[in-house]
């Protein structure tokens, strides 16, 4: 890392499309966690920006081209000085010029000298990024080490809708967090396809009520982001999450365990890890009625409940079946006899890797902070100990390396 007051060095790249109004947030946050940020906007990204504003919000001289003070040599110097380089939004066009080598900005110089970590953030219309020249370049970038986000789904320019939008600032800077915290670290899920569930599950009673759980979904969460960070193609499937979605990360909302079964099993088909990390309701009514129940005075009617179909049974008897190479990770959460609790559950369920914690009495559920014991089918226990939701899954990743062909 530079040595500029132990602050981490971050390039911020500023392509010419209309999101880089929302970058100014993403440049405020950076700033006001301690980060150094030089700002290298190119010269359409001044038509949507000025320079006055990215240098009041970074309190650093703005670099706009390659003849800005020369004597410096900034073509080179930027990039060898950064401990990261984050460009967002990164039009197609920056995308096709960095795929290709090409240097004809000072952006573009930057990037060939950086020997950091590279976060791209694309931003464009749906047909741009659909493009097939666009897949290549982003998989010729992925191929090299950078970390390529998919743009987030929602309202792009004009009345068109579509995948192409930019993430949110809050998800961009953590996306740039766990950039920096792993530092020169290889990709190493580069080229891997991860499905992820998070959340918690609910079942219907009547329109108002539910029988649900406490889980915030935030561990799925945190497995997201890190599974990003370390280059994975990532889909996460969220069970009733009140939280932003992950930058990079394909989300697929559901409500219900049967809705979650269906769902996983039509993404489960492709992917090189599943992990199962969503709470998920055992048992549901047998039937939902479709107005709210009312008090009459008497003793309410018992609800029948019936047993909701075994997600990560079921995705485990799916790959003996087919005879795939998946690896399967399922998460057990306990309230005693855990380790015990654990291993029974491992046995009944085949996955490769069981994350088994402690629940209730505030832990886990809704924290940022977790523990864990990662059981392996192998007979392997791993303690994980107490500590950020984040520190959990990059452990959890590893151990998902380790076991994963080569």
């Known amino acids: 890392m530079s040595d500029t007051g132990n602050k981490p060095q971050v390039v911020l790249g500023v392509g010419g ?35 006055p504003t990215w240098a009041a919000l970074s309190g650093q001289p703005v670099a706009t081209g390659v003849w800005d003070a020369v004597h410096e040599v900034p073509h080179v110097r930027i990039g060898q000085s950064a401990d990261l380089v984050l460009v967002a939004p990164a039009t197609a066009n920056i995308l096709a010029k960095a795929a290709a080598g090409l240097a004809d900005d000072l952006l573009t110089n930057t990037l060939l000298t950086a020997r950091c970590p590279v976060v791209f953030a694309p931003a464009m219309h749906t047909e741009m990024w659909e493009h097939p020249a666009t897949r290549a370049n982003v998989g010729t970038l992925r191929s090299r080490g950078a970390i390529v986000l998919d743009p987030a789904v929602g309202r792009l320019t004009g009345a068109d809708t579509g995948r192409g ?14 950039a920096l915290r792993r530092g020169a670290a290889v990709p190493d899920l580069a080229g891997r396809r991860v499905v992820i569930s998070a959340g918690g599950t609910r079942e219907s009673i009547d329109p108002v009520r539910f029988i649900g759980n ?33 930058a990079g990360a394909r989300v697929v909302q559901v409500t219900s365990a049967v809705e979650l079964a269906e ?33 009459s005075g008497a003793a309410p009617a018992p609800i029948e409940l019936v047993e909701n179909p075994d997600v990560l049974a079921g995705l485990v008897a799916a790959r003996k079946r087919e005879g795939t190479g998946q690896i399967i990770v399922g998460f057990a959460a306990e309230t005693d006899d855990v380790l015990a609790n654990g291993r029974a559950k491992l046995a009944r369920k085949g996955c490769d890797l069981l994350v088994v914690n402690q629940v209730g009495g505030g832990r886990a ?42």
């Open 365 to 406: 559920f809704g924290t940022e902070d977790n523990q864990a014991v990662v059981l392996g089918s192998d007979g392997t226990a791993v303690e994980i100990p107490y500590g950020p939701k984040e520190d959990l899954a990059d452990r959890v990743w590893d151990l998902v390396g380790e076991r994963s062909p080569r």
């Open 165 to 178: 939008r930019l993430p949110e600032p809050a998800e961009l800077f953590e996306a740039a967090r766990l």
């Open 214 to 246: 406490h889980s915030s979904g935030k561990q799925g969460y945190a497995l997201a982001r890190t599974a990003v960070a370390r280059g994975a193609d990532v889909t996460l499937v969220a069970a009733n999450v009140s939280l932003s979605d992950p």
């Open 17 to 51: 499309g209309i999101a880089a109004y929302k970058v100014c947030e993403l440049l405020r946050r950076l700033t006001e966690s301690g980060h150094r940020v030089r700002v290298v906007p190119t010269d359409e990204a001044l038509r949507f920006v000025g320079e």
């Open 263 to 295: 769902v996983m099993e039509a993404e489960r088909a492709d992917a090189d890890v599943i992990v199962m990390s969503a709470a998920v309701a055992d048992f549901r009514p047998a039937a939902s009625v479709t107005s709210k129940i009312k008090k």
